[in-house]
């Protein structure tokens, strides 16, 4: 079993929806939670970050942990042409971090 | 000042030969990590250094792969003698901070490998 699962997509929807991504793992000690967006032949960006269970927001991209189910997720309202690309979601446990294999968004203007 | 920077952007070797791939961190920021992307398997942790001292070398395999991270100059990931499945995209993080507050590590651009 992998320590962390991320459905690849691809997704696609049309400009202005609220797009969720969503990512699973099975390791109880991850406390650190982050998403990565990254662009065609390009390196990982750091969107948001999150420790522990919780909320976080920041403009139209939200991160939500839960913990209980070992289950994260982003959100992006509003979603724009430019968000377009591939979404990694990572964790930790404060000592190695392991990545989603990614998702792939498509916006359609 | 400048981000990551990470040269070659495209390496290709034949089979058996070595490739070098370079890291110069972000100004001010000791501690770098080495990653390598395969399609479809998402980014696996290599190697994580701080200048002339190797941290954490799990994700390494234990023959052909080296890293360093020398006092003066780039970190370097050498892989000896590659073989097909070497063919890979290799990033590189740097960071400010020791790994336990690990959370704002940026990514260089990469390194695309390619074995003939």
């Known amino acids: 079993q992998k320590e962390v699962e991320q459905d690849p997509g691809p997704l696609s929807v049309p400009e202005g929806a609220i797009v969720s991504l969503n990512c699973t793992y099975s390791?109880?000690?991850?406390?650190?939670f982050m998403w990565y967006r990254q662009y065609s032949r390009k390196g990982p960006e750091l969107l948001m970050y999150?420790?522990?269970?919780g909320n976080k927001e920041d403009g139209r991209f939200t991160a939500q942990v839960d913990k209980s189910s070992k289950y994260i997720s982003l959100f992006i309202r509003d979603s724009q042409p430019s968000d377009s690309a591939t979404y990694l979601c990572?964790?930790?446990?404060?000592?190695?971090?392991?990545f989603g294999t990614g998702t792939s968004l498509t916006v359609i203007p | 000042n400048a981000g990551v920077m990470q040269n070659p952007r495209h390496l290709v070797r034949r089979r058996g030969q070595e490739a070098r791939l370079r890291c110069s961190p972000m100004?001010?920021?000791?501690?770098v990590y080495w990653y390598r992307q395969l399609p479809e398997e998402g980014l696996k942790f290599m190697v994580y250094?701080?200048?002339?001292?190797?941290?954490?070398e799990s994700g390494m395999p234990k023959e052909r792969f080296s890293a360093e991270f020398p006092k003066e100059g780039p970190s370097i990931l050498r892989i000896q003698q590659v073989v097909r499945g070497d063919s890979a995209a290799y990033f590189c993080?740097?960071?400010?901070?020791?790994?336990?507050?690990?959370?704002?590590?940026?990514f260089g651009q990469g390194t695309r490998l390619t074995v003939v």
């Open positions: 993080a740097s960071s400010p901070y020791d790994r336990v507050m690990n959370t704002e590590a940026f």
């Open positions: 390791n109880s000690a991850f406390q650190y």
């Open positions: 999150t420790y522990s269970s």
């Open positions: 990572a964790m930790s446990t404060g000592n190695q971090f392991y």
């Open positions: 100004k001010g920021h000791s501690h």
């Open positions: 250094l701080q200048k002339e001292n190797i941290i954490d």
